[in-house]
C-alpha cells in the first residue's frame, strides 16, 4: 500500500510510489519546485546522485514524464549508449546530425553518467554536447558519484578538458543526493521489484 504524504500533495503521483524512508530523506521543497518544470523553462540541470539501485533513474524518468506532460521535447539515454553512437556517428560521417539528436531535445536525461572514466575522445564529445546545451535547454545527470567526484572521473588535473566540462554544468544545477537510511537493510529497487527468489529455481 502506498502512502500518500500531506506535504508532497502537489507532486504527481509517481513521488507516492518512493518508499516512505525516501520520502523522508528528500528535500520536499526542491521534489515539490521541480515538479513544476519551472527549472526546465529556466534551463537549469539537475543531478541526481546515490548508490545502485537506490531510484535515481525511477526519478529521472518521472521527471522526464512530467516534461513531456508540458510538451517539452524529452530524450533519454545511458551515458555509454551515447557515446557510442557519436563514435560510430564519427566514423559514418554523420556526427553532426548525431550530435544534434542528443544536444537539441528540450530536456536530455544522462543515465549511467561518469560511471566509467571517459577517453580523450570522448570528453572532447561531452564538452560539445553540453556546450551545445548550455543555457539553452535542461539535462538530468544520473550517477553513481557524487558531483564532488566527478571531477577525477573526468581525469582530474590530468585532463584539459575536465574543468571545462565541470564549468559548463555546475553553476545551473539543482541537487538531489538520495542517500541510505539503513545500508545493511536498504534492498535495491531493482531487488525489490525483481522476480520473487522462491520462484528462481
Known amino acids: 500500500m502506498f502512502i500518500i504524504h500531506r506535504q508532497y500533495r502537489c507532486f504527481p ?13 528528500l528535500n520536499k521543497d526542491l521534489i515539490n519546485r521541480l515538479a513544476t518544470c519551472e527549472y526546465i523553462s529556466e534551463h537549469r540541470n539537475l543531478f541526481i546522485t546515490g548508490a545502485t539501485g537506490c531510484s535515481k533513474t525511477y526519478m529521472a524518468c518521472a521527471f522526464g514524464m512530467e516534461a513531456c506532460k508540458q510538451y517539452y521535447n524529452t530524450r533519454y539515454v545511458r551515458m555509454p ?3 557510442m553512437d ?22 536530455l536525461i544522462l543515465d549511467e553518467w561518469m560511471l566509467l572514466k571517459p577517453t580523450d575522445t570522448e570528453q572532447k564529445d561531452i564538452f560539445e554536447l553540453l556546450h551545445r546545451r548550455r543555457k539553452k535547454s535542461s539535462t ?10 566527478w571531477y577525477d572521473q573526468l581525469g582530474g588535473e590530468a585532463s584539459p578538458l575536465a574543468d571545462a566540462i565541470i564549468d559548463r554544468i555546475a553553476h545551473d544545477s ?23 527468489k522462491s520462484l528462481r529455481e
Open 86 to 107: 557519436l563514435d560510430i556517428a564519427r566514423t559514418e560521417g554523420n556526427y553532426r546530425k548525431v550530435m544534434a539528436k542528443y544536444s537539441n531535445p528540450v530536456l
Open 140 to 149: 538530468i545527470f544520473c550517477s553513481q558519484y557524487v558531483f564532488e567526484e
Open 81 to 83: 549508449d551515447l557515446l
Open 174 to 196: 539543482y541537487q538531489i543526493n538520495i542517500t541510505s537510511i539503513d545500508a545493511e537493510h536498504d534492498r535495491s529497487m531493482r531487488e525489490v521489484y525483481g522476480l520473487d
Open 13 to 25: 503521483d509517481w513521488i507516492y510510489r518512493l518508499t516512505r524512508k525516501l520520502l523522508h530523506k
